[in-house]
Every structure is written in structure tokens, then in C-alpha cells.
């Protein structure tokens, strides 16, 4: 009796079980650690919880304390009593206490522990098997005669009686230990393929986690190399802005000081005219005609004008090139770009192609129609509307009619050319159909050895003489009226800006009088980028 109040003491009030890793409570009630953690799961929304045992509330979660005393009772208990734990099946001859059976008998209907099967008939009807408490099922319902044979027909099993007079006479039957055998052949067949599937799933499971392994190495390595990145774009940024601002205060500077230049010449200016100004006012306020008339002429104040209209031209427009800064914060940020994305994002220059309907008897256009050449020899073009008849000059294929475009023209090889964009609508023949000399064109030119000027509706403006000019780049913003050209020196010089109010389709325009000139091909992702933002 001692032994089952023990076994009694070791069950878990929630599971009704032996305890399973017990844990203890503040109020001293124990529990296996699962079943009280499922207990206060449901209680967690009600937000107070209670000994399932003795009801004590806490109002937090309790901890729980492993029971290390009990847990070494349990391993004991265990230890001691596998067979009873195992099976639960005591032997029946022993009333003072519960000792676990080893064995149960059919013929008895009883279960023996080893001091009784010792004793134990042995006879061959007294039939036994592993311990049970179910001895009512070994034997057949009807005879009460215990079970032996296998019906295959009705997947039953039966006694003797059932083969022989019962109802499964004339089935084909067998011993219930060759039955056995055969399904135990078939469940070890089916253990082998379940076995054969868990090797394969586990394979499975392997691979999987190899691959998760990979997946996290690499997304390691890939946030490795991205923190980087930010960190290197963030440095080339701070290095970009302050290249930009040193521009800003470059152009700064420079216009400060034009301008401070000017307006000591203008305070000289307003000076003399002071001066003069006074020396008319006392010689009307003279009464002496003579002294009047003998007095030195002051001079014709018109004489002037012109200079003063010059040096109002020079002064008029000074601003900062914002072109200039643009192309370099937007070319600085699409290297930045480029480095990222290998160049592959963004629209690449407009490729210029020469349209040999238009060119001029002199000139000789290449076969991919990116080189026009002066020739002494006359190339006796069709005749066509569309041909210059006058001037060695040859229009573009492309017409642009929207958007902003830039393209580059190497003029290193002529000392007498012209390149800008016209109407299509330009003369074809006589003066009006020179590059410039017409309000449907607008040109840079150079002839000989004379320094670069730009030209619109026949008006010259002469550009500084250190224009290097090997390369020309020309940018159009359709939209915003704006015809822009630059030399492609280092570092790059805004040349000259024309404004106006595009009313027709504009073609590129070249013109060359010695040597030739080249569209040069399409440019760099990176370099697109800074142009195509200005």
C-alpha cells in the first residue's frame, strides 16, 4: 500500500500523470512544467492567474521553479519500477502490495509477477503471454476457448471451435503466430519504406538547411557590401557637394570681381560726366558772350555711345552659369550612379546623323554618316529642295521638336567651320542661308585663325581668345527656349547661351570649309546624366 501512495504522490493534479519535469509554484503546489504553462496561457487575456490547485491569485505571470527534489523522486520511482510504469499490469496474486507482473496466463485468466511464475503450471494449455489486462479478449466470445487461429477470410481471429463447427468453417485460416509473421513481414516491408521516406526527407531537410545556411551567408555578404556602399556613395556625395559649392564660389568670385571692375569704371564715368556736367552749367551761367565762345569745346558726348553701348553688352547678362554648376553636380552624381549600376540606367547622348540630301556639292559625307569633309573635287549631288546651294553646309537627319539633347562635334581637323541648329525651314540659297546670318538659325563658328564667335539674324558676338575649340558640345532645351555651347576643355567653358521661343522643328546644322568635322558617337551613361538635367 506504501507504494501506490507513493505512485499516488507523484501525478501531476492537471495531467493525472507521473510528473514530467515538475515545477513548483510560490504558494508550494507542483506541476509538470508543460501543463501549468498551458494552464497559464489561458489565463494570460483575463489578466490575473490562479493555482489551478489551491485557487491562490497572483497578478503577474508566476515564475516557475524546477523541483529538483521531486525530479529526483520521479528518476528514482522510474528506476525502480520500469515494468510498471511500462505496462501498469500487476500481478494478481499479490493482495498485500502491487508488484508488477511479468507475465499473464489465458488459461487463469491471471497476471504473475516472477515469484508466481515460478510456480505456475506449465502445462500446455495454460497459454502465456506478455503482461495484460485485458485476458477477456484473449478468448473466444462464443466458446470462451482462447484464440489461435487466424480466419484470412473475415480477417478475424478465432478458436478451434470457430474452424471447425463455427461460423467460419471451411475458411482458409492460420495460426495466429504464421498470421503474425506475415503481417509483421508486411509492417517491417512498410517500416523499410517509411524508413527509405525519412532518409529522403531527412536528405531533405539537409539540403534545405544548407541552402538556408547559403541563403544567410550571402545575405551576410550582401549586407556587408551594401553598408559599405551607402557608406562609400555617402563620402562621395560630401565630396561631390563640396566640389559643387567650390564652383558656386569659383563663379562667385569671378563675377564679383567683373562686376567691382565695372562699377569703379562706371563711378570714374559718372565722375567725368560730373565734371562736365559743371563746366556746361558755368558757361551758360556766363554773361560774356566772349569768354563763352572762346571757350574749348567740351566735345561730342554722342562720340561715346557706341563704347558705352559695347561696354553695356559686356556687362549686361553677367550671371552665374548655372549650366555650368548643373553639369557638374549632375555629371558628379551619374558617376556616382554609373559606379553603382555599371552605367546601364540612363538614356544615352543623341547620335547625330548627317543628312546627304542637304549637303552641299563640296562636301563629302561618310559612309555612316558621321564625318562631312570639304572636297575640292564636286561631288555632284542630286539636286534637291532640300540641298545647300551656296554655303558647304549640311543639315542632320533628326529634327527635335521637345525635350533636352546635347551631342558632340570634334572640330579639330578644320580651321573654317560652323556648327549650331536651324529651322527647316532655313534659305537653301544666297546670303540668307548661312549658319547665323538669318533669324532661323543660331551657329558658333570659327574662320581661319580668327578667334570663335556666335552668331543670330546676322548679329557677331566675339568670343575670348582662349577658346581651345577641338571639341564642341551643344545642348538644346527645346521646352525652356535654350541653345547652349560648350568647350569640351579641361575643365569644360560655357562658350555662349542663345534664348528664344522655338517655333519650328530644329535640325543640327554643321558647316566646313577646310579639312572635316566629326559627330562623335555616342557618349558615356554618366555624362548623359549631367547633361540631361541641366
Avoid at 553598408?227 to 559649392?245: C, I, M, S, Y
Avoid at 544615352?348 to 558621321?370: C, Q, V, Y
Wanted: include cysteine; charge should be negative.
Amino acid at each position: 500500500m506504501a507504494s501506490a501512495d507513493l505512485r499516488k504522490e507523484l501525478d501531476c493534479s492537471i495531467c493525472l500523470t507521473i510528473y514530467t519535469d515538475p515545477v513548483t509554484l510560490r504558494c508550494g503546489h507542483n506541476f509538470c512544467r508543460l501543463c501549468i504553462n498551458l494552464v497559464l496561457d489561458t489565463q494570460e487575456g483575463a489578466g490575473v492567474y490562479s493555482c489551478p490547485e489551491c485557487r491562490e491569485k497572483f497578478q503577474e505571470r508566476p515564475e516557475l521553479q524546477r523541483n529538483i527534489t521531486l525530479c529526483n523522486i520521479v528518476e528514482s520511482f522510474r528506476s525502480a519500477q520500469p515494468d510498471q510504469e511500462e505496462t501498469g499490469v500487476f500481478c494478481t496474486y499479490c493482495i498485500h502490495s502491487p508488484v508488477p507482473a511479468v507475465m499473464s496466463c489465458l488459461m487463469c485468466e491471471a497476471s504473475l509477477c516472477d515469484n508466481h511464475l515460478r510456480v505456475h503450471s506449465k502445462s500446455p494449455e495454460h497459454v502465456l503471454c506478455d503482461p495484460t489486462t485485458s485476458l477477456e479478449n484473449r478468448k473466444c466470445s462464443v466458446h470462451k476457448k482462447i484464440l489461435e487461429y487466424y480466419c484470412l477470410t473475415d480477417a478475424a481471429c478465432i478458436c478451434v471451435s470457430c474452424s471447425l463447427a463455427g461460423d467460419h468453417q471451411g475458411h482458409k485460416v492460420e495460426t495466429l503466430d504464421e498470421a503474425s509473421e506475415k503481417k509483421k513481414q508486411k509492417l517491417r516491408n512498410d517500416l523499410q519504406e517509411l524508413i527509405t521516406k525519412t532518409e529522403e526527407t531527412e536528405k531533405e531537410v539537409q539540403s534545405l538547411q544548407e541552402n538556408k545556411r547559403k541563403v544567410h551567408e550571402k545575405s551576410s555578404g550582401v549586407t556587408e557590401r551594401v553598408t559599405a556602399l551607402f557608406k562609400d556613395l555617402r563620402r562621395q556625395l560630401d565630396d561631390l557637394e563640396k566640389r559643387v559649392l567650390r564652383e558656386v564660389s569659383r563663379q562667385e568670385e569671378q563675377l564679383s570681381l567683373a562686376l567691382a571692375d565695372f562699377i569703379q569704371q562706371l563711378e570714374i564715368k559718372k565722375a567725368e560726366l560730373s565734371r562736365k556736367m559743371c563746366h556746361i552749367e558755368e558757361l551758360c551761367n556766363m554773361t560774356d558772350p566772349l569768354t563763352v565762345l572762346q571757350e574749348s569745346h567740351t566735345g561730342d558726348l554722342c562720340d561715346t555711345e557706341e563704347g558705352d553701348k559695347e561696354d553695356r553688352e559686356r556687362r549686361d547678362g553677367r550671371d552665374l552659369d548655372v549650366a555650368l554648376i548643373s553639369h557638374t553636380l549632375y555629371t558628379g552624381l551619374s558617376d556616382i550612379i554609373a559606379g553603382v549600376t555599371g552605367g546601364c540606367i540612363i538614356q544615352e547622348a543623341t547620335d547625330i546623323f548627317l543628312d546627304i540630301n542637304t549637303a552641299g556639292n563640296s562636301l563629302h559625307i561618310s559612309d555612316d554618316m558621321k564625318i562631312v569633309s570639304w572636297s575640292d573635287v564636286r561631288q555632284n549631288h542630286p539636286q534637291t529642295p532640300k540641298r545647300f546651294q551656296k554655303y558647304p553646309q549640311v543639315l542632320s537627319r533628326q529634327s527635335f521638336s521637345s525635350g533636352r539633347h546635347y551631342w558632340e562635334v570634334d572640330v579639330s581637323k578644320s580651321e573654317w567651320w560652323g556648327v549650331g541648329m536651324c529651322y527647316p525651314s532655313i534659305e537653301r540659297k544666297g546670303e540668307q542661308s548661312l549658319i547665323g546670318g538669318n533669324n532661323k538659325s543660331w551657329g558658333l563658328l570659327k574662320l581661319n585663325h580668327d578667334n570663335c564667335f556666335v552668331r543670330h539674324e546676322s548679329t557677331k558676338i566675339q568670343l575670348p581668345d582662349n577658346v581651345c575649340s577641338n571639341r564642341v558640345r551643344i545642348y538644346l532645351d527645346y521646352e525652356a527656349g535654350r541653345l547652349s555651347f560648350y568647350d569640351l576643355c579641361v575643365p569644360i567653358t560655357h562658350l555662349h547661351t542663345f534664348t528664344a521661343n522655338f517655333t519650328e522643328p530644329l535640325h543640327a546644322v554643321f558647316g566646313v570649309s577646310e579639312g572635316s568635322i566629326k559627330m562623335c558617337g555616342k557618349k558615356s551613361n554618366q555624362e548623359m546624366q549631367g547633361w540631361k538635367a541641366l
